[in-house]
Every structure is written in structure tokens, then in C-alpha cells.
């Protein structure tokens, strides 16, 4: 039986008021969660929720995850760009050239994401949050198709895609050369184990398929749920719920 994602989590100085600011983006409705952190419940068939736990590490580094957000027109590229503005986002330059469509954005506390222009064939199929798009490996995009028992859509020159049977956003890797990492991974999966399953006999199996274990606590603070730290064959961190 394979690990369910849950949710995107994301580190925050202020959980709320990030939150806040994604659920005006996206759309969704904010919500406490029961392991003291804030959630944002998808209202579409994304099929995750995102997490916002507290964390007083600053953010060091561009994330190797961020959500790339489709667009219908230009007028309506044109809409969520600036809705994003009004919420608290800023435009940001991480190397993007002039000629390319797509808009690049930070959150409040610097997380990277994109408006991606109009006529995007890669994305045509997908809802508003088209992919979660990684820096990462293709052995890493291999992993978690296995991992996540989601289909390879893309296996191309090293760069990676896979998307659930479900639908939903794609998750995508780049390929090498994978960025080298500097403190702790601010965006993450977090996965639990669907109702019948047996959490540790799943832990066992992300090890044989090539994850890390980094340690088991009851998570990021009082009262969370348990979990067991992982990382990927990238070395990005992740968790795995086993109790609540």
C-alpha cells in the first residue's frame, strides 16, 4: 500500500499570515490542523493540502520546490499576478530572461513561485496549480513515481514528471546539475498512510527504494502528530505520519 501526499509543507515565521496569503491566491479555505499548524484545503482536484508549520530558521536559499500557477489569457495571467501583489507577494529575479512568459513571484517570506503564461502545452491539461516544479535528479523523479505509485508523464534528457492517476498538478525535476543544499529544505512532502495500512512496514519500503532515515519525533512542535523523518536519494527531507 503506497504513502499518500498530503501536503506540501512549508516553513514560516508567521504561518498565518502565509496562509492567508496563499489561500487568497489559491483560493482555498484556511483552517487549523490537528497538529498545531496551519492548513490550506484544496477546493479544486489538486488532490494535497498545503502545511505552514513555525520555524525561526530565515531562509537561506532559493527553494527547490515552488508551485508553477497556469493561465487562461494574458488578462487572466495579468489577474493572479496582481492579486498576488495585493496579498503581500513581490516580483523577483532568479535568472529569468526577458523573451520568456512566465512571471516569477516570492511570497511574503521569499518562496519562489511562477505564473506561467497562456498556451503552455506541458500544462495545458492541468488545473491552476499546474506542477510543483523541483530541482532535482532523475533518479529522484524515479523514486518518488515509485514512492507516490504515481506514472512517469515526462522521462526526457535527464528531467522527470510524474502525476497522479487521479490528475491533478505534475511534479516535475530538472535534472542535474541539482543546486547543493544550505540548511534546512523549507518546502517538503509530507505523506501518511492510507486508513488500514501499516505505517513502518511503508517506512521500510521508502528505505528499500532508496530514501534516508533522519530521525523519529513527534514533529516540528508541541502536540504534532508522530511522524519519521526521511529523506530522498536528492537528500530533501520528508515525513511520514504514523500516528495522530
Known sequence: MTSRLLAVCFDAGQPLRLARFWGGVLGWEVAADTGGGVVLVPGDDTGFGVRFVASQEPKAEQNRMHFDLTSTSLEDQRRTVDGALGLGGRHIDVGQRPEEGHVVLADP????????EPGNNFLADCGFVGALACDGS?????????????????????????????GGPKITW???????????VRVRFELDVPVGGDPEAEVDRLLSLGATRLGTGPGEGEGECGRVVLADPDGNEFSVLTSC
Do not use: K, M
Open 138 to 166: 532523475q533518479e529522484v523523479g524515479y523514486f518518488w513515481s515509485e514512492a507516490l505509485g504515481w506514472p512517469l508523464v515526462w522521462d526526457q534528457d535527464q528531467e522527470t514528471a510524474i502525476r497522479s492517476p487521479h
Open 174 to 184: 530538472g535534472g542535474p546539475p541539482v543546486a547543493p543544499r544550505v540548511g534546512r
Open 109 to 116: 517570506e521569499g518562496n519562489e513561485f511562477c505564473v506561467i
